[in-house]
């Protein structure tokens, strides 16, 4: 089973700043990795796939970079509307399909 | 709009049954792989199951192996979770997700999710 490890837990930053979020996989996903944002009380929702695709109705600033086992979503300039937390997710090798434990983005 | 909405999610005690389902509107299920992923209270996300786009084959993760069934009725357009033998453990929202791509699994768009306590 590949181990997805997001880093850090919890990332507190204002709005306009930039944020940089980590998934490390226990062994080479290649690009197969996905990124959720999951606000309070909803479901989660799609931000990225394969790495650095971005899905329909992403905004711009959301970007994600990575291949192998280092991972990174990258937010430009927070908006309010962004503190959420984020999940990773793999496909590379499966079943089973496995997510990291998430990052808390929280308002600072 | 694309829409999948789950339902059936209830108070079962340990031991008991249960069947969610998830409805889809504004997409057509036949041409997509399928999933349950679900969230224990204040956890992670956790994938549950997936089945192919027309049945033939399915994916569980180990703790709901011989419990959990997955299945599909493309003509209703809709997604099923039989779940048995329910455990404490199994308490979670439980959301049903499309993957649009073929055996590409990712999920895209999620339901709303529907609550499954097991308690006695």
């Known amino acids: 089973e590949i181990v997805l490890t997001q880093s850090p837990a919890t990332l507190s930053l204002s709005p306009g700043e930039g944020a940089t979020l980590s998934c490390r996989a226990s062994?080479?996903?290649?690009?197969?990795l996905a990124w959720y944002q999951q606000k309070p009380g909803q479901a989660p929702r799609l931000l990225i796939y394969?790495?650095?695709n971005r899905a329909t109705g992403i905004p711009a600033r959301f970007s994600g970079s990575g291949s192998g086992t280092d991972f990174t979503l990258t937010i430009s300039s927070l908006e309010p509307e962004d503190f959420a937390v984020y999940y990773c997710?793999?496909?590379?090798?499966?079943?089973?399909?496995?997510f990291g434990q998430g990052t808390r983005l929280e308002i600072k | 709009e694309v829409q999948l909405v789950e339902s059936g999610g209830d108070l079962v005690h340990p031991g008991g049954s249960l069947r969610l389902s998830c409805a889809a509107s504004?997409?057509?299920?036949?041409?997509?792989?399928m999933n349950w992923v679900r969230q224990a209270p204040g956890k992670g996300l956790e994938w549950v199951a997936t089945?192919?786009?027309?049945?033939?084959?399915?994916y569980y993760v180990d703790s709901v192996k011989g419990r959990f069934t997955i299945s599909r009725d493309n003509a209703k357009n809709s997604l099923y979770l039989q779940m048995n033998s329910l455990r404490a453990e199994d308490t979670a929202v439980y959301y049903c997700?499309?993957?649009?791509?073929?055996?590409?699994?990712?999920?895209?768009?999620w339901g709303q999710g529907t609550l499954v306590i097991v308690s006695s």
């Open positions: 997700a499309r993957s649009p791509n073929g055996a590409n699994i990712w999920f895209d768009p």
């Open positions: 504004g997409l057509t299920l036949r041409n997509c792989w």
């Open positions: 089945i192919h786009q027309d049945g033939s084959d399915k």
């Open positions: 062994q080479s996903i290649s690009s197969y």
């Open positions: 394969d790495a650095s």
């Open positions: 997710q793999q496909r590379s090798s499966w079943p089973p399909i496995t």
